[in-house]
């Protein structure tokens, strides 16, 4: 008798279980954009508030805001000044406070994405033209391997040379011509050491900063670190031998790489603000940094394209996501698509939004006409920044080469897995190649690629 | 009407008939609330809840994520996979080598300074609360500022501050934190000169309380200033070297700070800590399992050295 109760308990269970998973699936199912009631009541949260340090962008800020809730008065809209911080982000996350929209650098979306730490929007998009006519090259860092889309880009750059031009003018170079090749910066470094007090040239070198950049300067020189698919570490490559050799002629040979090679991210841009350095390989959107933050001169920050050679793939973009918590309900998802359309990408098709906004950022002393990658298309670009010309206080002029090459220079995407990790590991590569002249650059290669290849396997 | 009393709790019956006896658990309690249980339990509770919350959970929490993969969304249960991992890292050796390289320099520059500064102030007959005072400022200091301070210090050009001051006397520039050799060592100076203030204080305090009777007998006995520090400080100290060496192990093998501001680990790794490498699991790779896999093997061998401490100690003591 027990036993058959227990039996029948158990099949009663396995019955329950099946339905109840059968139901969870269904309930997946219908949960899809397509069943979503967007006029039903819903609280989104969002991150990067402007701070009363920027009373203009926070007014600017909350009159948007207020439209939004106009426009949609289903959705309420609690806004949040956390911003995206590699210490806490899991933290937001574990403990339930990530907001729902939330904005991340470029290089943190591969890990986010492998480790299911985003929400898939690829369903929610429909209704947003414009979120689906993103710059198709920026919007390839929101694919997942699966062809999802984790996420919408709201700026986009891509890593060029950052130079100082009052130190080419010092140095007897033509500021309006930077190097277009690494044989270029490498006359242009010897110049600059020759004719100022400041060194030719530098690179970031801890904290991962070194295997970035030395990862985009390899793509410069026609090596990529990874096979598309992300299975096979292609770190020990010829173009990336040639990089490093290149570094090792520069530091040991002309001279001209200083005697830090200790530098992370802070370290080499204020080195480059205080006019220490001459030129270095750091994304375009450092104008900000240097001339907002750091009170550089606007006339003596360049940027021109990443050097390139006979081989060279392109360069490496960078830039803002705006993702959505994985945690959200789908009305939450749509609300949010909502919002990021509104926000972040009203000012290219309501020039009365584009106007306001950048008036507002050059009161709060902002910099307005950022070197950037079009985040549409060109003429999309071309428009908003008709709209706002006469707002724009970065000398864009100085940035032609640069410029003209956002339209040309291929964008070569991050590699597919375990990027940080690749970058950490070739950070003591470059640190060995520019503090010892014997460094085995094939020896240093060959362990960093098994290094990397194990890193992939592990999963 | 009829009303109850409570039966006394040494089990008297009153005239109505036999009471019913308390039972033994009744009985305890009302003991424990008698002799104050519920105060002491009220005062206990917020360190209960503090420690709880703040300590002991998140001490549960880590042994329970070592042993799963998780996002902090899902999680599943992977056994002794992150250990596994942790144990096939290249890069744990490296961290292990130089946090226990950084641990014995630490020993030998960093533990005899406080000892010879607490016996150089005790002999002082003037100015010992401002020597005191100028021994323990640098640790007022906020360590990320002092770290700051000391990578400028060591500057590896010719104009920075260590190799101009050297300069003079024809010495350098050296590279300090660019040189492989130097990096550790450059690091632990500067540890030293943050930490050695509250070392030195301690066996100030402790050198204060030797009775002036002992050194008066040696002195009797014929004894010079050596012997004296050989035959009576010394002893008289061990006991608090030996606790202090003790914790600075414990201590300096959880270095973080000082290598991760002035150098992020390098050059090549050198000065890679374990501490670091369990940041770079969590917060580069965000692979938290990893990082609290490595967490709990190093709170094992840091366990295993307060076991030691704790056996050395009570040896001492007795003998």
């Known amino acids: 008798m027990t036993t058959h109760r227990h039996r029948l308990l158990g099949a009663t269970a396995l019955a329950l279980s099946g339905a109840l998973l059968l139901a969870g699936c269904n309930s997946g199912q219908q949960d899809t954009a397509a069943e979503v009631d967007t006029e039903a009541p819903v609280t989104i949260s969002v991150s990067n508030k402007p701070t009363a340090e920027s009373p203009e962008e926070l007014a600017s800020f909350e009159r948007r805001l207020e439209q939004f809730t106009t426009e949609h008065p289903n959705i309420t809209v609690e806004a949040e000044e956390t911003e995206f911080e590699p210490d806490t982000f899991q933290a937001l996350l574990a403990g339930g406070q990530l907001p729902t929209v939330f904005l991340v650098p470029f290089t943190e979306m591969q890990g ?348 | 009407m009829t009303t109850t009393t409570t039966p006394p709790a040494t089990g008297t019956t009153t005239a109505a008939g036999p009471a019913p006896q308390p039972s033994r658990r009744t009985g305890a309690v009302a003991r424990w609330l008698r002799h104050g249980g519920l105060s002491t339990l009220v005062f206990f509770l917020p360190l209960l809840l503090c420690f709880g919350l703040f300590s002991w959970w998140p001490i549960a929490r880590s042994l329970l994520l070592s042993l799963q993969q998780t996002n902090f969304l899902t999680s599943r249960w992977v056994g002794l996979a992150n250990f596994e991992r942790v144990l096939a890292d290249p890069l744990l050796l490296t961290a292990l080598g130089n946090t226990t390289w950084f641990t014995v320099l630490a020993l030998v520059i960093g533990f005899p300074v406080p000892v010879v500064l607490a016996v150089l102030i005790a002999e002082l007959r003037r100015a010992r609360a401002i020597a005191s005072v100028l021994v323990y400022l640098p640790v007022v200091f906020p360590p990320v500022v002092a770290v700051l301070l000391w990578k400028t210090f060591y500057a590896p050009g010719a104009e920075g501050l260590f190799n101009t001051v050297l300069g003079w006397v024809g010495l350098g520039p050296f590279a300090w934190l660019n040189n492989g050799d130097m990096a550790m060592p450059a690091i632990v100076v500067q540890a030293t000169w943050a930490t050695f203030g509250t070392a030195t204080i301690i066996y100030l305090a402790t050198l204060m309380g030797i009775q002036t009777e002992l050194y008066e007998a040696a002195e009797t006995d014929g004894a010079g200033i050596w012997s004296r520090l050989w035959n009576v400080t010394l002893p008289q100290m061990r006991g608090v070297m030996l606790v202090m060496a003790l914790l600075q192990i414990i201590g300096t093998f959880q270095v973080f700070t000082e290598p991760y501001v002035m150098t992020g680990g390098g050059p090549e790794n050198r000065t890679l800590t374990l501490l670091m490498l369990i940041y770079r699991y969590a917060f580069v790779a965000g692979d938290y399992g990893r990082a609290t896999a490595l967490s709990l093997l190093l709170a094992l061998v840091l366990a295993v050295l307060s076991a030691v401490y704790l056996w050395v100690t009570r040896r001492w003591s007795t003998s």
Do not use: C
């Open chain 1, 112 to 459: 986010l994405i492998a480790r299911q730490q985003v929400a898939d929007v690829t369903d929610y998009l429909g209704p947003h033209e414009v979120l689906q006519s993103i710059n198709p090259s920026v919007n390839e860092v929101v694919k997942g391997d699966d062809g999802g889309t984790y996420g919408v880009p709201t700026n986009a750059y891509s890593m060029g040379l950052i130079y100082n031009r009052a130190l080419f003018e010092q140095a007897g170079l033509d500021p309006d011509a930077p190097p277009t090749d690494w044989e270029g910066v490498r006359e242009a470094a010897r110049a600059i050491e020759e004719g100022t007090d400041a060194q030719g040239f530098a690179t970031m070198t801890t904290e991962n900063g070194g295997g970035w950049v030395l990862t985009t300067t390899s793509y410069g020189f026609g090596g990529l670190m990874q096979s598309e698919d992300g299975t096979q570490a292609t770190v020990d490559n010829e173009a990336t031998k040639e990089v490093l050799q290149t570094y090792r002629e520069m530091r040991f040979t002309d001279d001209t790489f200083g005697d830090n090679f200790l530098m992370n991210y802070d370290d080499i841009n204020n080195a480059f603000a205080a006019g220490q350095i001459g030129m270095y390989v750091q994304g375009a959107d450092q104008y900000s940094t240097m001339v907002t933050t750091k009170g550089m001169d606007p006339e003596h920050f360049g940027v021109g394209p990443l050097p390139q050679t006979e081989d060279g793939l392109g360069t490496l973009g960078g830039g803002t996501v705006a993702i959505v918590n994985p945690t959200a309900t789908p009305e939450e998802i749509t609300a949010a698509m909502a919002w990021i359309d509104h926000y972040y990408f009203q000012r290219y098709s309501d020039e009365e939004v584009a106007r306001a906004d950048a008036e507002a950022s050059v009161a709060d002393g902002l910099s307005v006409g950022v070197p950037a990658l079009p985040l549409l298309d060109q003429e999309a670009d071309d428009r908003y920044l008709g709209w706002i010309e006469d707002q724009i206080n970065v000398p864009r002029e100085n940035y032609t080469a640069y410029l003209e090459s956002t339209r040309t220079l291929p964008l070569v995407p991050e590699p597919p897995v375990k990027a940080q990790e690749l970058y950490a590991t070739l950070d003591p590569v470059v640190q060995a190649v520019l503090t010892r002249e014997d460094a085995d650059i094939d020896a240093l290669l060959a362990e960093a690629q098994s290094t990397v290849q194990s890193a992939i396997e592990l999963g």
